[in-house]
């Protein structure tokens, strides 16, 4: 008992055995058959509770130690949120909880706009500062059941399981607003006198059909955001899609040539 469930179920084990060895002494003795082994079973039940007490300790502290090892192994020392692993191990759990419940399963990568120019200016210890202040302003912002966790060096994911890409979109505009107004330390060397966060949103299955396709649509929306404004929230959007979805007669070579053309400009410059 110890060895499998730790020391506090080995000692109610315990507690239940020596009962039950007392209880039969006790039952020969109101026979008037005065056991003689009485004293041979309070050493036994000495033994048996310094073996409870030993290994169900030894137990408790290995899986205390193995418990400690994996936050560690999954969370980000620095902020406190789940590191990258943390985030694929969810987010491909959830995606697959999402496709067996024909749920809506939403992504949100962030990322804070002219990051290096603040650590360039202020260090990077108070860059540091900032990560940890903006963490905390997303896990005080999202719903509950959500998954935050630090993505990348300034980028963060956000996982929302059954949101759809509008609700998802809401989200991202109450973290974006909520750190646009936090009196961050240094945010008059920043433009604007502010710090802010770009943020790209999307979802499955209006967007992607995996994992691996939802994050880059989430990156392809997070780009968009940070290359037309920043301080901005976006929706994946893609215009081949548009046209598929508008136009029936558009055949499906047409489309693939288009994307093949678009693909080689956007790998020259994108």
Not at 145 to 166: D, P, T
Not at 176 to 187: C, D, H, I, L, Q
């Amino acid at each position: 008992a110890s060895v499998n469930y730790g020391r506090k179920l080995g000692l109610i084990f315990y507690c239940l055995c020596v009962a039950s060895i007392f209880a039969f002494d006790w039952l020969n003795d109101s026979l008037g058959l005065v056991s003689t082994n009485v004293e041979t079973d309070i050493i036994l039940a000495l033994i048996m509770f310094m073996a409870a007490w030993l290994i169900g300790g030894f137990v408790d502290i290995e899986r205390d130690t193995i418990k400690k090892l994996a936050e560690l192994a999954d969370h980000d020392d620095l902020t406190g949120l789940g590191n990258k692993r943390y985030f694929y191990r969810n987010l491909q759990e959830l995606f697959t909880k999402a496709q067996k419940e024909s749920a809506c399963l939403s992504l949100a990568l962030a990322d804070i706009d002219h990051f290096k120019a603040y650590n360039d200016v202020l260090g990077h210890l108070q860059g540091d500062e900032v990560l940890i202040q903006l963490s905390g302003i997303i896990k005080n912002t999202i719903p509950p059941g959500s998954v935050a966790a630090r993505y990348g060096g300034e980028e963060f994911g956000i996982i929302l399981y059954g949101y759809s890409s509008q609700q998802a979109l809401a989200v991202a505009e109450k973290i974006r607003k909520a750190v646009e107004n936090y009196p961050f330390s240094g945010r008059e060397y920043q433009p604007k006198q502010r710090i802010t966060i770009s943020l790209g949103v999307a979802s499955y299955p209006e967007h992607a059909t995996s994992v691996k396709e939802l994050v880059c649509r989430a990156d392809d929306a997070l780009f968009r955001a940070k290359s037309v404004r920043r301080n901005k929230s976006e929706v994946y959007f893609s215009v081949f899609d548009e046209i598929a979805t508008s136009f029936n007669n558009v055949s499906h070579d047409l489309l693939n040539s288009l994307k093949t053309l678009l693909g080689v400009i956007q790998a020259k410059d994108r």
